[in-house]
């Protein structure tokens, strides 16, 4: 299916020309994740809430949608996840138009000048209503959250009161890029289920198998994006993109030689509203530089370290803090690099 992202269709994520999530007719790894859902779906076992855990971009969304699809397709083939991608109940699925199916997830709706922050309680209990009608041929009714950190508190206890006392045949599928922050009692609720990194090798096999119009990478430029994936096909995806390793490029200077003027520079661009991206990436090159430094001091003792970790600690803290609450993403750039000088100087 070709990728169709409309102007005022945007989700946290898409990248051009690249399908979403629901709608990858495959999944590259996770055959063990796989099997659990194949397993207890044929056993008739199935829990009533998934927790579906890791990193970003490794294909936690897409294993949740399979799971939808498998449950909601008209001729499901008995074996597997696997469903035809023609039939009836799968084509409603990729459409988020089956009326067993409510995905509680950040988009811009039409006419609207932002993306939302969070997904507010107002959507959340409008969509869980769902939950208290009965599903159309006393089938499933399956609810996808992508992902749980987009949630506010309110939201999220609206989710956990239906988890908590959950329907007949209902199904939540709770996508988390941090599972470790989420409420402990939606997490007690859950089956948990961690999702590793890919091997590189399987990042570039998803990467080979986008259909068109997206434009298979020279093999350095693909080389390099595999390089700094981290297992991640998102993040293998995005490091294609010229803007994105530039942005690589200058944190990667300024941790190696810091200099007031550029961080400003760097901070003010990062600050835009179209930046959202641009700014995780900023803290993903940032983190990794620590956890890679952190590795290779690793004899020395542990106080002398400490800082280093805590820079990365309190700017995630900042960094989420600003997502939430709407605020000036400057000093959180500026802090991380003052911080970090600061630490790794004493360090």
């Not at 008995?78 to 799968?90: F, K, N, S, T, Y």
């Not at 769902?130 to 599903?135: C, D, E, H, I, V």
């Not at 939540?172 to 922050?181: D, K, N, Q, T, Y």
Request: charged residues 30%; aromatic residues 4%.
């Amino acid at each position: 299916m070709p990728p169709e992202i409309e102007p005022d269709d945007a989700e946290p994520g898409d990248l051009p020309d690249v399908p979403r999530p629901r709608r990858q007719t495959r999944l590259i790894g996770h055959r063990a994740a796989e099997r659990a859902f194949a397993g207890a779906i044929g056993e008739g076992r199935l829990h009533h809430a998934w927790l579906i855990g890791g990193p970003r971009g490794i294909g936690k969304a897409t294993l949740a949608y399979r799971v939808a699809r498998r449950l909601l397709a008209v001729r499901p083939s008995g074996e597997g996840l696997e469903v035809d991608p023609a039939d009836p109940g799968a084509r409603k699925v990729a459409a988020l138009s089956h009326p067993n199916l409510l995905v509680l997830r950040r988009h811009r709706p039409a006419g609207a000048k932002a993306m939302p922050t969070r997904i507010g309680v107002e959507a959340a209990r409008a969509a869980l209503d769902l939950f208290g009608t009965t599903a159309g041929n006393d089938g499933w009714r399956v609810c996808i959250v992508d992902s749980a950190e987009d949630l506010n508190a309110n939201s999220a206890n609206a989710l956990l009161k239906m988890i908590e006392e959950p329907p007949e045949r209902a199904l939540f599928l709770i996508v988390s890029h941090a599972p470790g922050r989420l409420l402990p009692t939606i997490r007690s609720r859950c089956r948990m289920l961690p999702l590793r990194p890919l091997p590189e090798a399987a990042v570039a096999e998803a990467i080979a198998g986008l259909p068109a119009p997206f434009r298979q990478p020279e093999p350095e430029r693909l080389a390099r994006a595999l390089a700094l994936s981290e297992g991640s096909v998102a993040r293998a995806l995005a490091m294609l993109d010229p803007k994105t390793l530039e942005v690589v490029g200058e944190v990667e200077s300024l941790l190696a030689r810091p200099d007031r003027r550029r961080a400003l520079k760097l901070a003010e661009r990062l600050s835009g509203r179209d930046a959202e991206a641009l700014f995780e990436t900023a803290l993903d090159t940032a983190f990794r530089f620590v956890s890679a430094e952190i590795d290779r001091r690793r004899d020395e003792p542990p106080a002398r370290l400490a800082a280093l970790a805590e820079v990365c600690e309190k700017s995630g803290r900042a960094a989420r803090e600003a997502a939430i609450y709407n605020l000036d993403r400057r000093p959180v750039v500026l802090s991380l690099f003052g911080d970090l000088a600061e630490a790794l100087q004493g360090a």
